[in-house]
């Protein structure tokens, strides 16, 4: 069964900070990785999108794919307190459904 | 660009009415969309997928004769609710197939049954 793993938390990080999320895939072939933010009580809001082994930076947010090692991760820059929020991984195992696997998320909690 | 709403965001409804939703792609075309479902502190629970011109495809211990979607177009999905019951209330999403293949989300529906 393809599975999509985080660390649930809270992970706290000071206000300033950089917060460093984690998340892993058992999927070998999944194509496309995507890290969505969610709110108490919201929808979740896409944040970035990642294809490549590698890097992306978006502002504050920068997205980082090793497929070798099936793990993608999200780091966040200067946290702020309203970053507090649960951070979703999600895989698209890239198997022409466009289903993708969610992660169960990470709670993030930036003290100011 | 890529919004996704929904219509009702709020409905309360009697125990045994139906409870339509609307989910609408603004600003693209969405072939695909998806709905989901989710408990309080719980993590989103995938119901269906449903495709413009076809049947949706449900999950597995979803049943299609409750949870009743029709995509007729391009832009619109909906989810309707059949006899509704107090364990029916949670929070719907839709989300929609957008730009470079990827989902964007509705901002939900939330809906008690009393």
């Known amino acids: 069964q393809k599975e999509v793993e985080q660390n649930s938390g809270p992970l706290s990080v000071p206000e300033g900070a950089i917060a460093s999320l984690n998340c892993t895939y058992s999927?070998?072939?999944?194509?496309?990785f995507f890290w969505y933010r969610q709110y108490s009580g919201k929808s979740p809001e896409l944040i970035m999108s990642i294809y490549s082994n590698g890097d992306k930076e978006d502002g504050r947010f920068t997205a980082q794919l090793n497929k070798a090692s099936q793990y993608v991760s999200l780091l966040i820059r200067d946290s702020q307190p309203s970053d507090s929020a649960t951070y979703l991984c999600a895989v698209n195992p890239g198997s022409g459904t466009y289903k993708y696997i969610f992660g169960t998320g990470t709670r993030l909690k930036v003290l100011a | 660009g890529a919004v996704v709403s929904q219509h009702p965001s709020r409905v309360i409804c009697k125990s045994g009415t139906s409870v339509k939703i609307e989910c609408r792609s603004l600003d693209f075309q969405a072939t695909t969309m998806f709905w989901y479902r989710q408990f309080p502190k719980q993590s989103l629970m995938l119901m269906a997928t449903s495709n413009e011109g076809s049947k949706a495809t449900y999950e597995q211990g979803v049943e299609k004769d409750k949870f009743l979607i029709n995509h007729a177009s391009l832009t619109l999905s909906t989810l309707t609710v059949t006899s509704a019951h107090p364990e029916d209330s949670s929070f719907y999403i839709c989300?929609?197939?957008?730009?470079?293949?990827?989902?964007?989300f509705g901002p939900g529906t939330r809906l008690l049954v009393l």
């Open positions: 999927d070998r072939g999944s194509q496309s």
């Open positions: 989300s929609a197939i957008g730009p470079a293949e990827t989902q964007y």
